[in-house]
């Protein structure tokens, strides 16, 4: 089993360099069963807001580029994936772990949630296509439109979460243990017809034309700014 940890400034923040990380370990666990966790006291509380403040248009097309990589490379990992959410899992801390097969999270530790409608950002493809796949429709309209933040026991009762456990490491390598036991191509097989990520030009096309223009306008570099100044990472 190969275990990843997220470990970084920021709350384990997503910057260029973890997204990077996140990729190449794709390659090193090889296929076999990965499981995702934290350092600390956060499994990741979003993007690097330091970094995302001072891209430009073209930077910021860069990097969110890179961003659907990474969510394209861990949601379509051929073997099976659990995150122990050990805290704060916010906007893309959240997608990192719905990326995921099997989601644990520890009751009483950290928020949950997509708030990044609340704070003027747009839902780049990928990261759109998961967060639909992985939350049940019944609760879009809270969670994607609500743009709340949530309680591991909340998270849970609207599907963030599959699962609460006081140790989620442990909860998620038994269930690593359990699943790695099946046959691996039959695993592969199945979660690729689960898991196929649409070529879609047009949201390709919107991609350019709309989500990085928004990424870079001034309403979401005064929220960008105002976090940092609070000393909370809360965007995406």
């Known amino acids: ?69 990474m969510v394209a490379t861990l949601w379509t990992y051929p073997g099976p994936t659990a995150a122990a959410v050990n805290g704060h899992a916010i906007a893309g801390g959240c997608v990192v772990a719905a990326c995921c097969d099997h989601r644990v999270a520890a009751p009483g530790r950290g928020r949950i ?24 429709p019944r609760h879009h309209t809270e969670v994607l439109l609500g743009a709340g933040l949530f309680s591991p026991q909340e998270a849970h009762e609207r599907g963030l979460v599959d699962a609460l456990a006081d140790d989620p490491v442990a909860a998620a390598t038994a269930w690593l243990t359990r699943v790695g036991k099946h046959p691996a191509d039959a695993y592969r097989a199945a979660k690729a017809n689960l898991r196929g990520l649409p070529a879609d030009p047009a949201a390709a ?32």
Do not use: C, Y
């Open 1 to 69: 089993m190969h275990v990843t940890t997220l470990d970084g400034p920021g709350k384990n923040a997503l910057g260029s360099e973890m997204l990077a990380f996140l990729i190449a370990e794709a390659g090193r666990a090889g296929g076999g069963p990965w499981l995702l966790t934290g350092a600390g006291d956060a499994f990741s509380a979003g993007l690097d807001l330091r970094e995302v403040g001072r891209l430009d248009n073209d930077g910021m097309s860069t990097f969110l580029t890179q961003l659907e990589a």
């Open 205 to 236: 096309a919107r991609f350019l034309a709309e989500v990085v223009p928004a990424w870079t306008s001034d309403h979401v570099r005064s929220q960008i700014d105002a976090a940092l100044n609070r000393g909370r990472i809360r965007a995406s």
């Open 113 to 136: 949630g997509l708030n990044e409608v609340a704070i003027g950002l747009r839902f780049p493809p990928n990261v759109w296509h998961v967060v639909t796949h992985r939350i049940p």
